[in-house]
């Protein structure tokens, strides 16, 4: 049959086939570019509200057409089929905005454009949306206020409120097109003893947690009042794309910290990140772990520095007996890298926050300038200060500095050689007893930390002459 005598009807149900087919493709490269992209972005989050606001007027509000619980009705037109290129890659941008839209039905199934993880990072910027678009009835903003954490309520902290009802959030998400598999792996929801789905956070401050400028998880704290019962801080758990053991809460992504020149300020708490970041520009980032211990990954991303620098840590807990033992944990992980370490001396019972709120962010940046001491001597103070009533005798001398050298036994070689050294020195003991209690705490040896003192006291019973200082006889 020639050309002339094709069925034109058919020509065209072959060309919208192949239109459509090409459309398809195109959509799906472009998913997988702005995923690329997002990974791959270097330095500062770029702000949002221009891009999203430019793809809300490029593309009208979707109507889904899915019931599958891994897609989203932004993915489909009003007519179920696949989006434009330009539609797909405006897709998680149109998300980040998705309070501003009406609730949107869902419909029968179609193919979803997205893996699940690029669907959990869509539902955790509508989840911050959401909480944002709560602040102005919520206590937050009078609670920031007090204490001088204003710029909590701006980018990038970006604070928001969880309202207090049960399914506040959930039924919101639920409009809005999400199933409820989504909801459960987010962390955003959880099954209740009845079964049914509730907000994982409620009547809460909450702040986004980002991994370059993805929000991948929240942490929230109580209302001040809250039952005793109610745990002060709640972490999201963790899901496809939030791994506590890997990720440390700031300003911006710790990877890129010390490419952008700001020097990392470990804290206890994330109102305590925010102080210590706002007190001076760009010079501190504070950061601070998500309810969970220290980790390879987190020490990989606190002593990151590039180009083979010897890189600076500040540790800022507080003086009480769970900060000393942040302090040291701190320093245990640390210190085998060779970084500069130093301990904030804060005042007693006060945080960097409560330091901002009382004496303002001068006081705060005076400290964190000047009030600093080495943290190897702030963990062997802390150590030693439960043996000062053993010192007076040699023994008891001795044991502290057994007590000690694991924490001088982490250091690289030429570190610990000076570090025993000037504990022989200050406890007033032979430099070879010393070194050879550094020697036996090893790792190479197979030895672990010595018990806490408290719990390993040296009988009094037990006090013979052993190897006598040069300048100080026992008990005398």
């Known amino acids: ?44 989050p770029a702000a949002r509200e221009p891009e999203t606001q430019a793809a809300i007027e ?3 509000d979707a109507v ?12 489909v037109d009003a007519g179920g089929t696949l989006g434009a290129p330009t539609r797909a890659v405006s897709t998680r941008v149109l998300l980040a905005s998705a309070a501003d839209h009406g609730p949107t039905p869902a419909g029968p199934t179609t193919r979803p454009l997205r893996r699940p993880e690029e669907d959990l990072y869509a539902v955790h910027h509508e989840a911050l949306a959401f909480f944002r678009s709560h602040l102005p009835r919520s206590w937050v903003p009078e609670y920031l206020a007090a204490r001088r954490l204003d710029i909590a309520l701006e980018d990038p ?92 809460y700031a300003a911006r992504d710790p990877r890129d910290v010390r490419w952008w020149g700001a020097t990392p300020v470990l804290v206890e708490g994330p109102l305590d990140a925010i102080a210590v970041s706002s007190c001076q520009g760009t010079r501190w980032a504070g950061m601070a772990l ?30 009480d007996r769970a900060g000393e033992a942040a302090a040291e944990t701190a320093f245990r992980h640390l210190a085998p890298r060779g970084a500069s370490l130093h301990r904030l001396q804060l005042p007693q019972g006060q945080d960097p926050a409560d330091v901002l709120r009382q004496e303002g962010a001068g006081h705060l940046a005076f400290l964190i300038s000047n009030e600093r001491v080495p943290l190897l ?8 200060d439960a043996w000062r009533d053993e010192l007076q005798w040699v023994e008891g001398r001795v044991r502290a500095a057994r007590h000690v050298a694991p924490l001088v036994a982490v250091l690289p070689e030429e570190a610990r050689t000076v570090a025993s050294r000037q504990l022989a020195e ?34 009094q019973h037990d006090r013979v002459p052993s190897e006598q200082s040069p300048s100080r006889s026992r008990g005398r």
């Open 58 to 60: 490029r593309a009208p």
């Open 64 to 75: 889904s057409s899915s019931t599958s619980p891994w897609s989203h009705p932004a993915d």
């Open 290 to 319: 998500c309810g969970t211990a220290m980790s390879e990954r987190h020490v990989a991303t606190l002593v990151g520095a590039p180009r083979g620098e010897h890189p600076t840590v500040i540790v800022a807990t507080d003086h």
């Open 426 to 459: 200050r406890l007033d003991l032979l430099a070879s007893t010393v070194d050879a209690a550094v020697r036996a705490a090893t790792p190479t040896a197979g030895s672990t930390f010595a018990a806490r003192p408290g719990t390993a006291r040296p009988p």
């Open 377 to 384: 001597t702030s963990v062997i103070n802390a150590r030693l």
């Open 157 to 248: 902290w970006s604070a928001g409120y969880a309202p207090a009802g049960w399914t506040a959030l959930t039924d919101h998400l639920r409009q809005r097109g999400w199933g409820d598999e989504v909801l459960v792996a987010s962390g955003l929801s959880r099954r209740a003893s009845t079964g049914n789905l509730i907000d994982h956070f409620r009547d809460r401050l909450v702040l986004p947690v980002r991994v370059r400028d993805d929000v991948v998880a929240f942490v929230g704290r109580c209302a001040e009042g809250a039952d005793s019962r109610t745990p002060k801080y709640l972490n999201s758990p963790a899901s496809a794309i939030y791994d506590k053991s890997a990720t440390l």
């Open 1 to 44: 049959m020639s050309a002339d005598n094709s069925d034109p009807h058919e020509e065209g149900v072959q060309r919208l086939a192949q239109l459509g087919s090409l459309l398809t493709s195109a959509a799906e490269a472009a998913v997988r570019i702005s995923s690329i992209r997002r990974r791959l972005r270097p330095g500062r």
